[in-house]
T-cell receptor, first 115, second 115 residues
Framework: AQSVAQPEDQVNVAEGNPLTVKCTYSVSGNPYLFWYVQYPNRGLQFLLKYITGDNLVKGSYGFEAEFNKSQTSFHLKKPSALVSDSALYFCAVRGAAGGYQKVTFGTGTKLQVIP | SAVISQKPSRDICQRGTSLTIQCQVDSQVTMMFWYRQQPGQSLTLIATANQGSEATYESGFVIDKFPISRPNLTFSTLTVSNMSPEDSSIYLC????????????FGPGTRLTVL
């Protein structure tokens, strides 16, 4: 069975500092990996994905994520945090086999950017 | 990307009653999904709804409690039946990115409180 682990319930970072939100996964075969962000009282918004190719993926709002196959990780990063980045972040994985594959979400990490 | 709307955005209901949540998509999609997000927790897939067939329910969810309709390629409803306080959650409608089965897009959610 596939799974996603987000080891930190909350990450605090000062505005202007780099941020990292950690994610590790387990899946049979090659993974498709995703990051979503959820602002208060809103649905999930897609940030970025890794399907194949370059291990460093760039997404919306200046976020990027690095796929590391040997460590089965897909950490979300941003060079300089903004207060407006404060939100709940979800990592997700699905298998890369053809057709529809169920997506599994992590438990979420609350990012708090401190002014 | 698909634009998804949900009605109602929130509701407060009495124990033992039922609520039907509507999900409307601005484009035709094959697969629609219903998720539950309980307070402080991750997303749990309730069921997958394909047009013209019965919904497929995940373990722990049954049709009698969460009947789903999918009358066409742009619309679906989820009913939460015989509600109890444990059903208090955010219910999210989601669709696959049309033609690629990669990203999922989410509606804004319906915040349900059962008294």
């Amino acid at each position: 069975a596939q799974s996603v682990a987000q080891p930190e319930d909350q990450v605090n970072v000062a505005e202007g500092n780099p941020l990292t939100v950690k994610c590790t996964y387990s899946v049979s075969g090659n993974p498709y990996l995703f990051w979503y962000v959820q602002y208060p009282n809103r649905g999930l918004q897609f940030l970025l994905k890794y399907i194949t190719g370059d291990n460093l993926v760039k997404g919306s709002y200046g976020f990027e994520a690095e796929f590391n196959k040997s460590q089965t990780s897909f950490h979300l990063k941003k060079p300089s945090a903004l207060v407006s980045d404060s939100a709940l972040y979800f990592c997700a994985v699905r298998g890369a086999a053809g057709g529809y594959q169920k997506v599994t979400f992590g438990t979420g990490t609350k990012l708090q950017v401190i002014p | 990307s698909a634009v998804i709307s949900q009605k109602p955005s929130r509701d407060i209901c009495q124990r033992g009653t039922s609520l039907t949540i509507q999900c409307q998509v601005d484009s035709q999609v094959t697969m629609m999904f219903w998720y539950r997000q309980q307070p402080g927790q991750s997303l749990t897939l309730i069921a997958t709804a394909n047009q013209g067939s019965e919904a497929t329910y995940e373990s722990g969810f049954v049709i009698d409690k969460f009947p789903i309709s999918r009358p066409n390629l742009t619309f679906s409803t989820l009913t939460v039946s015989n509600m109890s306080p444990e059903d208090s959650s955010i219910y999210l409608c989601s669709v696959n990115d049309r033609g690629r089965y990669n990203e999922q897009f989410f509606g804004p959610g319906t915040r349900l409180t059962v008294l």
